[in-house]
Every structure is written in C-alpha cells, then in structure tokens.
C-alpha cells in the first residue's frame, strides 16, 4: 500500500509562482509513477505533469515551459514548481501514485487534494 499527502496549494496574483509537494509513505519502493492532477468547477480532471521512478517527465500542453515537476527521493516527495501562473490554473489539485501491487498489477492512490488560487 501507498499513500500520498498534499502541501502548499494557496492563493497567489497572477504572474506569480506557488511549489506543491507530494509526500509518500508506505511500500515507496513500488511506485512507478507519481502525478499531478487538478480538477476546476465544472471540468473534468486532467493530467498536469507526471514523473516515473527513473526521472522521464511529462506535461500537458497548457503548462509547458512554465511548470516543473521533480523528485527528491531521500524525502519520498514530488514537487510540482509553478511559475507564471495564470487564472486558468485555478483548480484543485491532487497527487496520483501509481504503484505496484504484484508483477503484473498495479493501483493508484490518490491525496485529498489542495486548492490553488490564482486571482489578483
């Protein structure tokens, strides 16, 4: 079993820039892949930025070149920089890991999500 915990989600001007983090705990050592997801009113969830166990990374188009998603294994933690935020990024945002349950299968888990603000 993995579980993932969200920090850092608030309210910031547009422009400006917030970092979120995504701690792990339990069997970290079966996670394949760790993402971030964020859900607006009235839309569906959708996939921001994901990085696997060996470091490949990937964005949607709509963050590209202005988000960075990163790891710092000693803390179990995924960070998600966000710069040059804009209103449209407004949205809850939640941390997905994708782990291993056997050889052949695998589960995700979800955080209970941190709302971020972007407005002046």
């Known amino acids: 079993q993995v579980q993932v915990a969200e920090f850092g989600g608030g309210l910031v001007q547009p422009g400006g820039s917030l970092r979120l983090s995504c701690e792990a705990s339990?069997?970290?050592?079966?996670?394949?892949?760790t993402g971030w997801y964020r859900q607006a009113p009235g839309k569906q969830r959708e996939l921001v930025a994901a990085?696997?166990?060996?470091?490949?990374?990937n964005y949607t188009d709509s963050v590209k070149g202005r988000f960075a998603i990163s790891r710092n294994n000693a803390r179990n933690t995924v960070y998600l920089q966000m710069n040059s935020l804009k209103p449209e990024d407004t949205a809850v945002y939640y941390c997905?890991?994708?782990?291993?349950?056997?050889?052949?299968?695998?589960?995700?888990?979800w955080g209970q999500g941190t709302q971020v603000t972007v407005s002046s």
């Open positions: 339990g069997n970290i050592f079966s996670i394949y892949a």
């Open positions: 990085i696997t166990a060996g470091g490949s990374t």
């Open positions: 997905n890991a994708r782990y291993y349950t056997s050889s052949y299968s695998m589960d995700d888990t």
